[in-house]
């Protein structure tokens, strides 16, 4: 029988490798109090030191993108409303009832 893989979260990845990244304590110290492998514990403070520059780049870049997202999101919702008011319109004409009139 198979075993599952553990999955952590990304607190507990970030608090890992960010005590490892310190250097207080051994990378074996930290792996074995948080019962973890010792490779896990590398890889994580290699990624938190390799993407730790992008905490101070994206604060330029994510108001696009949402704002972006944002106008697409309403141009969708302003079609699906012209959808459904025609689709009301038709169903009122055939003399079909829908369930959900508001």
């Given at each position: 029988m198979?075993?599952?893989?553990?999955?952590?979260s990304?607190?507990f990845?970030a608090k890992?490798?960010?005590e490892a990244l310190?250097?207080?304590?051994?990378t074996?110290?930290?792996?074995?109090?948080?019962e973890v492998?010792?490779?896990?514990?590398?890889q994580?403070?290699?990624t938190i030191?390799?993407?730790?520059?992008e905490?101070?780049?994206?604060g330029?870049?994510?108001?696009?993108?949402?704002?972006k997202?944002?106008a697409q999101?309403?141009?969708?919702?302003?079609?699906?409303?012209v959808?459904?008011d025609?689709?009301?319109k038709?169903?009122?004409q055939?003399g079909?009832?829908?369930?959900?009139e508001?």
């Amino acid at each position: 029988m198979k075993r599952k893989r553990k999955q952590y979260s990304g607190a507990f990845k970030a608090k890992v490798g960010l005590e490892a990244l310190m250097g207080i304590k051994t990378t074996a110290q930290i792996a074995r109090e948080n019962e973890v492998h010792p490779l896990l514990v590398g890889q994580w403070k290699t990624t938190i030191r390799e993407r730790l520059h992008e905490l101070f780049e994206r604060g330029n870049q994510v108001p696009e993108d949402s704002e972006k997202m944002i106008a697409q999101l309403h141009q969708k919702i302003g079609q699906l409303t012209v959808d459904l008011d025609w689709l009301k319109k038709k169903s009122k004409q055939l003399g079909l009832s829908l369930r959900d009139e508001s």
